[in-house]
């Protein structure tokens, strides 16, 4: 259990928060013990969601093609931040006060670009639902970040 004497150890450990969110029906369920941390009352609080792009080659173009096209981002852009609207409600503290931020993000790399994102806004504690561990050769997105961020990580399962 996390205990701190001041008030003022209290807040920074989790002055900004990043909450990671998957876009799957266990989202909001994996999410849910969120309700139960008092500590995010009146933290600014990021839910953020990087949808993965691909890219294939193409044969008869010097550019490779990239999914989602540009032209598609901003009605997926649109239906991310409305999900993770729907699910910030769902999920923090009923008293919350803070603030809330909703970002959605394009990237081929998900981990990494969220680590950086991270690192570039200072968060103090990353948040991350993790599925049951699978065995020595899975890639944990959770394990990346926390690698590669100097925050604080809380996992759950």
Known sequence: ?????TKEHRMSFAKKVVVAVDLNNDS???LTP???MEF???SEVHF?????TVNYSVFFSEFPMVYPLETDRKVIREAVISFLTLTAKEVLPKAFSGKIIY???FDESPKAFLSEYVKNTNIDLVIVP???KRGIFESSFAQYVSQHTNAN????K
């Open 40 to 42: 995010l009352l009146h």
């Open 34 to 36: 969120l309700r139960e």
């Open 48 to 52: 953020v969601h990087v949808f993965n």
């Open 1 to 5: 259990m996390l205990e701190f004497s």
């Open 28 to 30: 909001t369920l994996l």
């Open 130 to 132: 993790t599925r049951v």
């Open 153 to 156: 990580m809380i996992f759950l």
């Open 103 to 105: 970002e959605c993000f």
